[in-house]
T-cell receptor, first 111, second 117 residues
Framework: DGGITQSPKYLFRKEGQNVTLSCEQN?????MYWYRQDPGQGLRLIYY???????QKGDIAEGYSVSREKKESFPLTVTSAQKNPTAFYLCASRGLGSPLHFGNGTRLTVT | AQTVTQSQPEMSVQEAETVTLSCTYDTSENNYYLFWYKQPPSRQMILVIR??????QNATENRFSVNFQKAAKSFSLKISDSQLGDTAMYFC??????????????FGKGTKLTVNP
């Protein structure tokens, strides 16, 4: 079955460590997105990529980095520069003319 | 920049009743999509319904329908015959249409809907 896989579901890190969240899709979608969700804030766009080897900053890119070396993969690195990294992170992809398809999310807790 | 506003942080409805969730948006674009997504306690984001701005007819999907008022920039979601499984956060979202340009979804802050037995 086609879909988006985010792993792991829960992730714990110590403050000061970089951590990478995985996102893989087998939907053959060109566009991929990372959103952050906090209580009462809705979903805020971190980074997005329209094609391989290209990506753009979203509304809250500071403290995050991404890569898009393969069409299927769009990993997100939360760096130590991110002031409040604890959040729920959602990855999504979209094909031409279609709505966003979301993964199941990763809950990151930094202590 | 586009903005999406959901003015009702929380709502509740009795099972089998009808409820309407509000959404307004601000844009200078003429071609765009609007969406309603549902996020149950599992936190999986599920597409409920979508509307193309160029279509005058309101979209419907079974018990879910929208009232799209383009001039007023309003896009409300009506849920008929509410069921316990409709309990979730509901997000309104906007996506502009461009030719080969950036297309990103802008979300509202959500409305928490509780369906009571």
């Amino acid at each position: 079955d086609g879909g988006i896989t985010q792993s792991p579901k829960y992730l714990f890190r110590k403050e000061g460590q970089n951590v990478t969240l995985s996102c893989e899709q087998n939907l053959n979608h060109d566009a991929m997105y990372w959103y952050r969700q906090d209580p009462g804030q809705g979903l805020r766009l971190i980074y997005y990529s329209q094609i391989v080897n290209d990506f753009q900053k979203g509304d809250i890119a500071e403290g995050y980095s991404v890569s898009r070396e393969k069409k299927e993969s769009f990993p997100l690195t939360v760096t130590s520069a991110q002031k409040n990294p604890t959040a729920f992170y959602l990855c999504a992809s979209r094909g031409l003319g279609s709505p966003l398809h979301f993964g199941n999310g990763t809950r990151l807790t930094v202590t | 920049a586009q903005t999406v506003t959901q003015s009702q942080p929380e709502m509740s409805v009795q099972e089998a009743e009808t409820v309407t969730l509000s959404c307004t948006y601000d844009t200078s674009e003429n071609n765009y999509y609007l969406f309603w997504y549902k996020q149950p306690p599992s936190r999986q984001m599920i597409l409920v319904i979508r509307q193309e701005a160029y279509k005058q007819q309101n979209a419907t999907e079974n018990r879910f329908s929208v009232n799209f008022q383009k001039a007023a920039k309003s896009f409300s979601l009506k849920i008929s015959d509410s069921q316990l499984g409709d309990t979730a956060m509901y997000f309104c979202a906007f996506m502009r249409l461009t030719q080969g340009g950036s297309e990103k979804l802008v979300f509202g802050k959500g409305t928490k809907l509780t369906v009571n037995p």
